[in-house]
């Protein structure tokens, strides 16, 4: 049993070091938008409780520190968290303010429970969220790819609409964000705005 025991405790550590060396972690969103902007890749936010969220911890170290997952996109990826603690000692290390901004994210993406990922293009535009966790990663690796996919579809709907003008481009520019969920829309304000001007009669 003690022998099992140590190498269960190695294999998660030697796990670690897959993810440590693979995928990027920063501590800001302005820090991953440029680290992923060098590497051409995207960023994850990913929004979880450290301390107490079994989930949030069974995503850290069996999905993310996975082989699998690392081979897949660990090079493409650049997390920065929003955590969520609940023991004292750490809320303390949080300022008001910070607190604050972390709440308030979690609105704006109508995120209801941890763990879950906001995944980003390099300009900082959202094109998915993942919410849980999934018992394999190759089931976590399939939702990136999807997730992916709507976001080569949301660009190619930008790329078309650049040659078109009126209803014509307001339809294109729709096709466009409902490519995406619809908590992720609401942060392209200006494309809204866009779509609004061109059809005022909203049809």
């Known amino acids: ?22 995928m990027q972690v920063v501590g800001t969103l302005d820090e991953a938008l440029t680290a992923a902007r060098e590497k051409q890749g995207f960023v994850m936010m990913n929004f979880t409780g450290t301390d107490w969220c079994t989930a949030c911890q069974h995503l850290k170290e069996k999905i993310f520190a996975s082989k699998a997952y690392c081979d897949a996109y660990g090079d493409k990826i650049v997390m920065t968290t929003v955590d969520f603690p609940r023991l004292p000692e750490l809320r303390a290390k949080i300022s008001k303010e910070e607190a604050q901004r972390r ?5 704006s993406y109508q995120i209801n429970g941890l763990p879950a990922v906001v995944l980003m293009d390099t300009a900082g535009f959202p094109f998915s969220i993942i919410n849980g966790t999934r018992p394999k990663p190759e089931a976590y690796i399939e939702l990136i790819d999807a997730a992916l996919k ?3 579809a949301r660009d190619a709907a930008f790329e078309k609409a650049g040659s078109l003008t009126g209803m014509a481009r307001a339809k294109v ?23 609004n001007f061109l059809d005022p009669e909203n049809t």
């Open 173 to 195: 520019l729709a096709e466009a964000l409902n490519a995406i969920p619809k908590p992720c829309r609401d942060k392209y304000p200006r494309i809204v705005k866009e779509i």
């Open 103 to 107: 709440e308030k994210l979690l609105i």
């Open 150 to 152: 709507a976001k080569a």
């Open 1 to 22: 049993m003690k022998l099992k025991t140590v190498a269960l405790i190695g294999g998660l550590f030697a796990a670690a070091g897959v993810m440590a060396a693979s």
